[in-house]
C-alpha cells in the first residue's frame, strides 16, 4: 500500500494545525452543543490562565488565538509567547449526563489518567507525545476550568487527512506505537496514574467500569460486563431487547478462550486511531494526543487494530449481502493482513518472542469477543442484535 496509490485528484488541506480550528462554529449554531461551547468559553477566565502560563516562562508575556479545537470533553485553544514558543491549554468541560453513563469516573479522573500517560511515554519512549508544562485537576481553581499546560504541535489529525487512508508511512508508524505502548507489563489490570510525591507510576481505578485494579482477567470482564449491564439499565426499551444480556455471554466466552488469566498484563491505549495522530502535510506522524484510555490488560484487550483507520474488522459470522459492503470487506482484507504482518516485525525488534506477540491474536476468537464487549458500550442496537444472534461463532 505505496503512496502512489492515492488518487491523483485527492488533495492535502493546505490548513494544518490551529489555523484549521473551528471554534464553536464546528457545531450548528443554537444547537445545544455549541450552546455549550460558547458558554464554557465566557466561564474561562482567560486573563488568569495568561498569568499562569507567563510565570512558567519567567514572565514571557502571551496571547490567545481566537479560535479553539472543542470535542465532547475538552476545549484546546493555542496560545503563542511573544518569543515565538507555542503551547496549547486543555481545558476539560463539565460532565454531561449524555456520556456519563458510560463511563464510572468523572472527567477530572480522565485528566490524571491522562497526564500519567502523557508523562510516561515521554520519559521512557520515543513516542512523540506532547510536553505537559503544568496542569491543574481542580474544578474550582482561579481558571475556572481543570486544565492542562502543554507544547503545541502543529499537524492535523489523521483522520482528517483523506490521503491518510493510503499513506504507508501512517500504518508502519502506528505499528510501531503499538508495540512500543505493548511492550510495557504490569502485574494487574487497570487504568496508568502517577504519583507526583514518589514519581512512580502506578494501575489503580479503570476508568470505564470504576473499579479495579484487578490481578485476575476473569474478574476484569466479570466486572466490566456488569458495568455494562448497568449502563445499559438506564434505557427501558433497550432492557426489553434480545441484546440486552449479551455482557454476560461475552463475559462466559472470555472465561474460555481468555489467554492471560493473570499477570503481566500490556499496556493499551484503547482510544488509539487516526482520530489522535498529529501528521504533518508530508504525512509524517509528528504527535500522539489523547490518552485517558490507557491501561494495563489482558492479551486480547491489547490486540485490537487502531481504530478510524481503514482496518475494521467484521463481527463473527456476519455475511453481508449488499455490494459495497462485500467491495469493502474485500478492500479490507489485505490492509489487515498487512498492518498484522508489520505489527509482529514491529514487534520483534521490541525484543518480544514469538509466540507472545500481540499482532498473533489480531483478529482470534479472545480479540473478537472483547471487541464485542466494546462495541455493546455504543449502544448500538443493531450491531449488538447481530452479536447476539452470533455468540457461537463468537465462542468459536
Partial sequence: MMDSDRPENESLSSTLGSGSWLGADEYEPGSPLHTRATNFMKTVKWDVLAEIESKHRGGTPCRYEDKFSIGHFNLVRRLNFNDGVSWVVRLRLPDEDMFAEREALTGLKAMEIEIASMKFFGSKTSIPVPKVMGYSTAPDNA??????????????????????????????????????????RFPQIGSLYH?????????????????????SSTEYYDDLARHLLKSASADDERKQSQSFMLPSVLSHLMRIHGEEKSGPFRLINRDFGAHNILMNDNFEIVGVI??????????????????????EVEPPGVVHTLPAAIARVKRTAPRLQEYKELLGRCESETGEEEGARVAD?????????????EAYAQHQDSVNERWMKRPREAGG
Avoid at 504519583?195 to 467500569?209: A, H, R
Avoid at 491474536?361 to 464487549?373: E, K
Fill in 290 to 311: 489523547d490518552f485517558d484510555g490507557v491501561m494495563a490488560a489482558p492479551l486480547e484487550v491489547v490486540a485490537q487494530y487502531p481504530t478510524l483507520s481503514f482496518l
Fill in 143 to 184: 481558571a475556572g476550568a481543570p486544565y492542562i499546560l502543554m507544547e503545541y504541535i502543529h499537524g492535523s489529525v489523521a483522520s482528517e487527512l483523506r490521503k491518510a487512508r493510503s499513506c504507508a508511512l501512517q500504518m508502519f508508524a502506528n505499528g510501531q506505537i503499538q508495540a512500543t505502548v505493548a511492550s510495557f
Fill in 195 to 215: 504519583d507526583s510525591d514518589t514519581d512512580d507510576f502506578y494501575i489503580g481505578l479503570e476508568f470505564q467500569t470504576g473499579r479495579g485494579p484487578w490481578t
Fill in 361 to 373: 491474536r489480531l483478529g482470534s476468537t479472545a480479540a473478537s469477543v472483547y471487541r464485542g464487549m
